[in-house]
């Protein structure tokens, strides 16, 4: 209880699935957030919900490859609140396509989305963190970094981040910001609830503890990497999978 006490985060992607459970978790531990999506009635639902006792949140509609944008909420955020302690980027899209059938425009929107746009929202909290000396970038990764038929937009997106997180890590370590990566395996989320049915089972089949996550479990690792629990972890990748990935 209380392990957020005092932060404030900038959460993408913050309207449904793991962003929605990781809003409630920081705020139930005493965070307070800058819910960030482009989904306005979902995300401003959210925000009711979590500000029912007292103003906690703030729903920020924006599409996070806006460069503009992502700069104003930063700003607006640092004016209310004072500072920005940890940035979650957590907001992502699948394009899914063989590769011989994949189109550019597949291509763009994911790398857009899921690997230019944490850069735009990491370089607008970075001068806050510097000056802080203080701060926290937690980056969306997955399983599928490791390479998944039909996701080379996604898996390059995902690979990506991971070598963004370490380098940011060693960038950014001089001014005691710390950069990790969590890479869940297939969670319950709409993203997933997507894939048909008998998909679904040939992937739970090949999970060890045969069975999805859920966003709780995917949440609580991210609070915990905010948290000043994890003052020493940094450039770090933790897959959250079931053991899908051991073995190898
Ligand atoms: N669900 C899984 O199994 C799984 C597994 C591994 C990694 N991930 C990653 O975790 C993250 C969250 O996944 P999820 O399943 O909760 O996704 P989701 O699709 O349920 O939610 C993503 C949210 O991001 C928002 N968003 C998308 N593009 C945006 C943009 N340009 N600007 C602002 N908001 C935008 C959407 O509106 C949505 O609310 C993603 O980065 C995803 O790649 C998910």
């Not at 309207?15 to 999506?37: E, H, S, W, Y």
């Not at 425009?105 to 203080?134: G, R, S, Y």
Request: hydrophobic share 50%; charged share 20%.
């Amino acid at each position: 209880m209380n392990e957020l006490k005092d932060k404030h985060i900038f959460l993408t992607g913050a309207a449904r699935g793991i962003g929605a459970t990781c809003a409630r978790q920081f705020v139930a531990a005493g965070a307070k957030v800058l819910l960030v999506d482009r989904d306005e009635a979902t995300l401003f639902d959210l925000a009711r919900e979590l500000n029912a006792e007292a103003e906690v949140v703030i729903p920020q509609v924006l599409d996070i490859t806006d460069r503009t944008a992502v700069n104003a909420a930063v700003d607006k955020m640092v004016a209310t609140w004072g500072r920005v302690d940890a940035l979650v980027n957590n907001a992502g899209i699948t394009r899914d396509a063989l590769t011989a059938k994949m189109t550019e425009e597949a291509w763009d929107a994911v790398i857009n989305v899921n690997l230019k746009a944490p850069m735009i929202c990491t370089q607008a909290v970075f001068p806050h963190m510097k000056e802080q000396q203080n701060g926290v970038i937690l980056n969306a990764s997955s399983v599928s970094a490791l390479g998944n038929v039909g996701q080379a937009n996604y898996a390059a997106s995902k690979s990506g981040l991971i070598g963004m997180t370490k380098t940011w890590a060693l960038e950014f370590a001089r001014y005691n910001i710390r950069v990790n990566a969590v890479a869940p395996g297939f969670t319950n989320t709409e993203m997933v609830q997507a894939i048909p049915e008998e998909v679904k089972a040939k992937i739970v089949a090949k999970v060890p503890l045969r069975r999805l996550a859920t966003t709780d479990e995917i949440a609580a690792v991210y609070r915990f990497l905010a948290s000043d629990s994890a003052a020493f972890i940094t450039g770090q990748v933790l897959y959250i999978d079931g053991g899908l990935t051991c073995g190898f």
